[in-house]
């Protein structure tokens, strides 16, 4: 965690430098061949009052092993207990009660956590939570110190000149969403560093990757078996695990050899219901809920003539050649999606526009302009009126002698703050000369910015877009999906306890407390013991003991709370010291004959969500060489049925079934075809071919130079 580079590019870690057994002040770094020579002592050694070691020996760390040598041998000692471990590592609560193999997964699996609609901070935390959302770009941060003068959900502004914008339904990487919501208010002091907008996953600027949960630990009807979880329906109601994800669709126009493709909202055979939500240049109009199906982007493509059938050709011949030539090309929003259109953006090389683009272009480039000089020509006119108040009346240009600032039009004020100079004025006292120049210091660098951001959009709407080699034009869709929690998707706690959610009860059917708060999740006591990741007990405890109180628990790791200060807190809250309640069925009103360990667990919802994995396929496309299904939902493929599935079916003897996988549900193509027919005409009869994957198998063979043939004879 405390690591740094040194000049020669090694890592370095620090280390507290001992002398004569007693603890310095003095800080040295090391690189790993360096430590490896020296007796390091742990960061938790025992001291006592004038911080010299306790004991006249102590386990140290040497050339990558443990040894126990005398107090007088240490040289140095380790800055924190948490030095050895990384960010993921540090950020679970109880690390040291977790073994290894739980450890790793908890650190793989918080990477992995979805950014959720409302975010919450763990109750257990470890204290590196700040720091980690502080230093993960998601943040937004103050870059001087000042008060803050405006804000709203698109920006804050610190000093009435310091602009930050806020990122507003971004997509990340995997399809997850970032939206910065401000969290400081109008006329609040900040530091350079502070945070000034939370991000995706962070709460108050501090790490919050899930939701703290009430949560029993106990079996019910079977249905946490084998780490499945029970949710109750109040985490959906309340919308306490919902996401939203953004997925984005881009559509490319082309020059081919016959013709060029076009957007368009003039679709052939398309009704204008279809069409009703595009708008003149064939795009989905922002705001839109679009469905499976639906057309996100119009576009034709010319159809060569072999294409044409007999009926269109006759058509042709009778009314003419009247837009016969083009076909269907649309981006459709795919099967699984749907959701609000939140943005659309339009690329194109300048060289491909058609007469009626190029004017709407030069239009846009000449509102970009306006526009632009009349923010510059405000901020102008606001320094000269400071100037006339610091000044004591009018400034004036000592050229033409006509007053600074009084133009009507902008671009006459811009050409005007392009000849401005300090030095030009006539000013005298000593006291002006001051005022004046904190005036002028003050606005020309916001002056020089928004001239630099006009010549950058000129530029860019000049030159055009940069689109790969072919591609004439391109249209990006944004679509934001609110993703509720469901039965399929998987969970997981910071400890490795992993489940997939089996079933989602009616909040009156959840177990309840002896108060009558039901609680909110149920997870398999069974998943403890064997996975030895007894910090989730611990963490459950503590949760309990600090919701009750109302205090965030701070557990560093290898530095956390003992079992007595949990105990302590649980007693301190009027729980039980032993963390265990009575528990009563929700649908029965009956206590359940043991007590049940109740607690609140941070828990997280991660990115193996079953919207995204769920498929199913009837007829789809096949290989080519096997003529055998596809696999994989992203090629609408098949389930694969294995050599272990194949061994279950022989160990049954269901000859039959096994003769159907291999054939006519699998490659045998005229089978395929025929039994199709005999279930239209309802006869259930199978006439089972010879599968093509054995013809390749055939042709392989010839082609290694050994003629094998099939002789067919009846037995």
């Given at each position: 965690i405390y690591g740094g580079v040194d000049e020669y590019g090694f890592l370095i870690t620090p280390y507290r430098k001992i002398k004569q057994g007693k603890k310095s002040e003095e800080?040295?770094?090391?690189?790993?061949?360096?430590?490896?020579?020296?007796?390091?002592?742990?960061?938790?050694?025992?001291?006592?009052?004038?911080?010299?070691?306790?004991?006249?020996?102590?386990?140290?760390?040497?050339?990558?092993?443990?040894?126990t040598v005398a107090v007088d041998q240490i040289e140095y000692m380790d800055i924190s207990p948490k030095q050895m471990v990384g960010v993921s590592a540090g950020l679970i609560p109880f690390l040291e009660h977790d073994d290894a193999n739980r450890a790793l997964m908890g650190s793989n699996m918080q990477r992995q956590a979805v950014p959720l609609l409302v975010a919450e901070p763990p109750i257990v935390a470890t204290g590196l939570e700040p720091s980690v959302a502080g230093n993960s770009g998601m943040v937004v941060k103050a870059l001087q110190d000042g008060t803050v003068t405006y804000v709203d959900s698109t920006r804050v502004i610190i000093d009435h000149n310091h602009i930050y914008k806020l990122r507003k339904y971004v997509g990340l990487n995997e399809r997850t969403c970032l939206n910065q919501k401000p969290i400081v208010q109008v006329n609040q002091k900040v530091k350079q560093g502070d945070i000034l907008a939370d991000g995706a996953s962070t709460y108050q600027g501090e790490l919050?990757?899930?939701?703290?949960?009430?949560?029993?630990?106990?079996?019910?009807?079977?249905?946490?078996?084998?780490?499945?979880?029970?949710?109750?329906?109040?985490?959906?109601?309340?919308?306490?695990?919902?996401?939203?994800?953004?997925?984005?669709?881009?559509?490319?126009?082309?020059?081919?050899?016959?013709?060029?493709?076009?957007?368009?909202?003039?679709?052939?055979n398309v009704s204008e219901k279809a069409l009703r939500n595009l708008d003149d240049n064939g795009v989905v109009r922002i705001g839109t809920y679009v469905k499976p199906g639906d057309i996100l982007v119009g576009k034709v493509a010319p159809k060569s003539k072999s294409e044409l059938t007999p009926e269109e050709k006759l058509l042709h011949a009778i009314f003419g050649r009247a837009g016969e030539d083009v076909k269907n090309d649309s981006l459709e929003v795919p099967s699984g999606v749907e959701g609000i259109v939140i943005n659309t953006q339009r690329f194109s090389r300048r060289m491909s526009l058609s007469e009626e683009e190029r004017k709407a272009f030069e239009k846009e480039l000449k509102d970009t302009e306006s526009g632009e000089n009349a923010r510059i020509a405000d901020e102008y006119k606001q320094m000269i009126k400071a100037l006339e108040e610091a000044v004591g009346g009018p400034v004036t240009d000592p050229t033409t002698g006509k007053p600074l600032g009084r133009a009507k039009d902008a671009k006459d004020l811009v050409e005007e703050s392009e000849r401005f100079k300090l030095e030009s004025l006539d000013l005298r006292s000593p006291e002006v000369i001051t005022k004046v120049k904190n005036v002028v210091r003050q606005y020309t660098p916001r002056i020089e910015a928004l001239k630099d951001e006009k010549e950058r959009r000129l530029n860019s709407l000049k030159r055009g877009d940069e689109l790969p080699s072919g591609v004439l034009q391109m249209v990006k869709i944004y679509i934001a999906t609110k993703r509720v929690i469901s039965v399929g998707d998987k969970m997981a706690g910071r400890h490795g306890n992993k489940g997939v959610i089996a079933k989602i009860l009616p909040e009156e059917d959840m177990p309840f407390l002896e108060d009558g708060n039901g609680v909110e999740i149920l997870l398999n006591p069974l998943g403890v013991p064997s996975r030895m990741n007894v910090g989730q007990i611990l963490e459950t405890h503590l949760g309990w003991a600090a919701a009750k109180l109302g205090f965030q628990a701070v557990c560093p790791v290898f530095d956390g709370a003992s079992e007595d200060t949990i105990r302590q807190c649980l007693k301190d809250a009027g729980l039980p010291e032993n963390g265990k309640a009575v528990l009563y069925d929700g649908r029965t009103g009956q206590k359940f004959d043991q007590r049940v360990t109740v607690g609140y667990i941070y828990m997280l919802k991660l990115h193996h969500l079953v919207d995204d994995k769920i498929h199913a396929r009837a007829t789809g496309p096949y290989s080519l060489i096997t003529q055998q299904p596809l696999g994989g939902k992203a090629r609408f493929g098949g389930q694969r049925f294995g050599e272990m599935e194949v061994w279950?079916?022989?160990?049954?003897?269901?000859?039959?079934?096994?003769?159907?996988?291999?054939?006519?549900?699998?490659?045998?193509?005229e089978g395929r075809t025929k039994i199709y027919e005999s279930m239209v005409k309802g006869e259930n009869t199978l006439e089972a071919g010879t599968p093509a994957s054995f013809d390749v198998l055939t042709n392989e063979i010839r082609g290694l130079g050994l003629n094998m043939q099939l002789e067919k004879k009846r037995v």
């Open positions: 800080v040295v770094w090391m690189r790993a061949d360096e430590e490896s020579e020296a007796y390091l002592a742990p960061a938790d050694a025992a001291l006592d009052e004038q911080g010299k070691l306790r004991g006249p020996s102590l386990t140290a760390r040497y050339q990558t092993d443990f040894v919050a990757l899930g939701r703290n949960v009430l949560v029993a630990f106990m079996a019910w009807d079977g249905y946490n078996f084998e780490d499945a979880i029970i949710i109750s329906e109040r985490l959906v109601r309340d919308d306490v695990y919902t996401s939203i994800h953004i997925e984005e669709f881009e559509i490319e126009i082309r020059e081919t050899k016959l013709g060029r493709e076009e957007f368009t909202r003039d679709i052939p279950a079916l022989e160990a049954y003897g269901a000859a039959y079934i096994l003769q159907e996988l291999l054939t006519v549900k699998s490659d045998d193509v």
